[in-house]
């Protein structure tokens, strides 16, 4: 038998198998990559590819080979080798002593065989082709059903309310504002220069409910989340789309240490670049290699340290956690609910699946703010360039999320839609603590610590205190008081009245008022907007 009658054979056998059999290249198995089989009938004999074959080295077929009798009557029935096909020295003494084995003529076993490597061969070919090809992430279908429940919702005139109480349901406890926010900072992802979020919060805070439950409503195709990632991973991507307009959460940024100078320049560039050297395996020299990782992509992580990743802090919208008793009595009330069975999980799916659907019907299209030149940072904003930034890429997330509400008007430049002035509203009401975060001089722990130190003081009516009654009170540890109170005092909003070794050491609010000063430097957008809306009523 010819080779070319085997190959026929091969492809016969495949047109024979059972309806809805699929994975089959000249006549070869390749269901498993790491297992391919090829049988033939004819001659009765089943060939085993152990491992499957190597797709880079095109000089050699070297190859872990079982052939056996099919149907096989005795275990002695089978032959196992690793030999390169591409020896002819070694698949001949291959052929010669299977033959012996299998008691079978070695003329039996030629004739199939360099078949058998003729079908490996432009199997190896085809697959390398593929992986030359541009991949792209798998585009999601919508039936007509789900499709006409995502529109419903992005028409709905309270869309950004009905988003916040969807996300509540899919598991997220308070934190509306944080919520809402982060999942219009991850609609950005869409955008060419998109946003990014760090969450502070310290440990147990509740930093990973907030983030998992936002990510869980973002389509599974358009995100990517890690607990840790390495410089490298960001260099080699497995298609040259891979980054490209997705979210990439980090679960905690402690993990990521070594890529954080590579995701700064990911967040202000949208693309990064290295050089390296690599041997070249033909002529065994070093030669100059080219990576390069393309965005947008849309970078959010969370960390329970404020200060050591200020540079990526100025690149994102800072979103602090909801760290009071109350809270936290919340979260542990629902996990006592989905303990015991009382939380339909079904129905956060749905909810899940809805919001999912409705960010796969927005289409990119460009989008104007024609207010955006009358509006204006507060000046008590720290880094006012970059910040000015993230405040009108929020804006127009919300102008993006409201397409299906909006007249789409056209002129030269092409197609586009208009910011409206509520759109506007609700970014100030979204950006407002994000703004105090960056336009304070403490960090978010700090803050938090000064202003109960402040109620405190009220509620006991003192005007000093000792730090050893603030650990009792506060329930926190000497050193983290400690901490929190040389800050306060280098920043001169506190002094030391009294050192005494059996009362500990007393200190005096000096700054009550600074926190309210911040909060009404902040206030210059609602005033703006007031503005805005005097003067033009019906935008």
């Not at 491992?51 to 077929?61: E, H, P, W």
């Not at 024609?370 to 940072?377: A, G, N, T, V």
């Not at 109620?455 to 008081?481: A, G, H, M, W």
Request: charged share 25%.
């Amino acid at each position: 038998m010819n080779q070319q009658q085997f190959i026929k054979n091969g492809l016969e056998g495949f047109k024979n198998a059972p309806k809805g059999t699929t994975g089959y290249i000249h006549g070869i198995d390749i269901r498993n990559p790491e297992h391919l089989i090829c049988e033939n009938p004819i001659e009765q004999l089943r060939y085993e590819l152990m491992g499957g074959v190597n797709m880079k080295q095109l000089d050699r077929l070297r190859v872990t080979l079982k052939v056996t009798r099919h149907p096989q009557l005795s275990p002695v029935h089978a032959y196992r080798n690793t030999v390169d096909l591409y020896s002819d020295t070694q698949v001949k003494r291959y052929i010669r002593e299977a033959a012996e084995k299998l008691e079978l003529g070695t003329t039996d076993l030629t004739n199939t065989i360099y078949s058998l490597i003729d079908g490996v061969e432009k199997y190896r070919m085809e697959r390398r082709k593929e992986q030359l090809l541009p991949q792209r992430a798998p585009r999601v279908e919508l039936s007509p059903q789900a499709k006409s429940q995502a529109k419903k919702l992005l028409k709905s005139k309270a869309l950004l309310s009905e988003i916040s109480n969807l996300l509540k349901q899919a598991g997220l406890i308070n934190e509306a504002d944080n919520g809402l926010l982060l999942f219009l900072i991850f609609l950005t992802r869409k955008f060419d220069s998109p946003l990014h979020a760090l969450i502070h919060g310290s440990s147990g805070s509740g930093k990973t409910n907030l983030l998992k439950t936002v990510i869980n409503c973002v389509p599974d195709e358009q995100c990517h989340v890690t607990t840790a990632l390495t410089e490298n991973v960001l260099f080699y991507p497995p298609y040259k789309e891979f980054w490209s307009h997705k979210v990439l959460m980090l679960e905690d940024l402690d993990g990521s240490m070594n890529a954080l100078y590579s995701l700064r320049e990911f967040m202000s560039n949208g693309h990064i670049v290295k050089y390296t050297t690599e041997m070249d395996q033909t002529s065994g020299e070093h030669k100059q290699k080219k990576l390069e990782a393309k965005g947008p992509v849309c970078i959010v992580g969370a960390t329970t340290k404020d200060k050591l990743y200020e540079d990526n802090s100025n690149r994102s919208y800072l979103i602090h956690v909801d760290e009071i008793y109350k809270h936290q009595q919340d979260v542990m009330a629902y996990q006592n609910e989905i303990a015991a069975g009382m939380i339909d999980k079904l129905k956060i799916e749905e909810v899940q699946l809805l919001l999912k659907n409705a960010q796969r019907l927005l289409e990119p299209i460009e989008i104007r703010n024609p207010f955006q030149p009358e509006l204006m940072l507060p000046p008590v904003v720290f880094k006012p360039l970059r910040t000015n930034q993230h405040y009108i890429a929020l804006i127009k997330s919300i102008t993006f999320l409201h397409q299906f509400q909006l007249e789409i008007q056209e002129d030269k430049r092409g197609r586009y839609i208009e910011t409206k002035l509520d759109h506007i509203e609700w970014a100030n009401k979204l950006c407002r603590e994000s703004l105090l975060r960056k336009s304070d001089q403490l960090t978010g722990a700090q803050r938090l610590f000064f202003e109960r130190l402040k109620s405190y003081l009220n509620k006991e009516e003192q005007t000093t205190f000792y730090s050893k009654d603030i650990c009792k009170s506060f329930r926190l540890y000497r050193q983290q008081v400690k901490r929190h109170l040389n800050a306060l005092e280098s920043l001169s909003l506190i002094t030391l009245v009294s050192s005494n070794p059996k009362m500990s050491f007393e200190y005096k609010i000096e700054s009550w008022d600074d926190y309210t000063n911040i909060q009404s430097g902040v206030d210059v957008l609602d005033e703006k907007l007031q503005e805005l809306r005097e003067k033009y009523p019906t935008a």
